[in-house]
């Protein structure tokens, strides 16, 4: 089964904060895609990054960085020094086989407050 | 490039009645994939189309049908409108073949069944 979780459901920090986001996934295929969305009160889902199964490297794009792990089957979303336009839903999601579907996480919502 | 555009944006029906939803991709891209994504169930796959044909299909009921035109729009239809089918749909776009690239979602359409 493909699946995955994002057990944190809502976030809540202060400006300036260091966050970080869940994202635990689960497949038995070997080449894999996995994903991260952020969805702003306005409801369209901006990518913000791509990560494959053969590529373990961090990430680090400005105040993001993505820590990929595969023996603990997790790809966690680090913001530093959190910023109030950094709220919003942040999803993870899976690509695993089959044409262009994701298999998204539930989403964590997260809260930056002055 | 202009992003994928999504028509109506919102959108309100009666039970029973039918809707359909329209999507016009990123110039260039020739998949078009469509999601709902509701308080409930979150974010699921509903179907995706490359070159007019569906290649991949979600867990939703024939109510649900889709089908992508010679210039890659796609519309979506819901037929027999159920209260449950109020939900944000989703469209995205990507190049379609080749690598996995990432999807690049539109607006959404907000259908509100009453």
């Known amino acids: 089964a493909q699946k995955v979780t994002q057990a944190q459901t809502e976030i809540s920090v202060v400006e300036k904060e260091d966050v970080t986001l869940d994202c635990v996934y689960e497949?038995?295929?070997?080449?894999?895609?996995l994903f991260w969305y952020k969805q702003p009160p306005s409801g369209e889902l901006v990518f913000l990054i791509r990560r494959n199964s053969f590529d373990e490297q961090n990430e680090i794009s400005g105040r993001y960085s993505w820590n990929f792990q595969k023996s603990t089957s997790s790809f966690n979303f680090t913001i530093t020094a959190s910023q109030v336009v950094d709220s919003a839903v942040y999803f993870c999601a899976l690509f695993s086989g089959g044409y262009n579907k994701l298999i998204f996480g539930a989403g964590t919502r997260l809260a930056v407050h002055p | 490039k202009a992003g994928v555009t999504q028509t109506p944006r919102y959108l309100i029906k009666t039970r029973g009645q039918q809707v359909t939803l329209s999507c016009s991709p990123i110039s260039g891209h020739r998949s078009v994939s469509w999601y709902q994504q509701t308080p409930g169930q979150g974010l699921q796959f509903l179907f995706e189309y490359f070159s007019e044909t569906q290649r991949n299909k979600g867990n939703f009921p024939g109510r649900f049908s889709g089908r992508q035109f010679s210039n890659s729009r796609s519309e979506m239809n819901v037929s027999t409108l159920e209260l449950g089918d109020s939900a944000l749909y989703l469209c995205?776009?990507?190049?379609?073949?080749?690598?996995?690239?990432?999807?690049?979602f539109g607006p959404g359409t907000r259908l509100t069944v009453t």
């Open positions: 497949t038995r295929d070997t080449t894999y895609y």
């Open positions: 995205a776009s990507s190049p379609g073949q080749g690598e996995v690239y990432e999807q690049y």
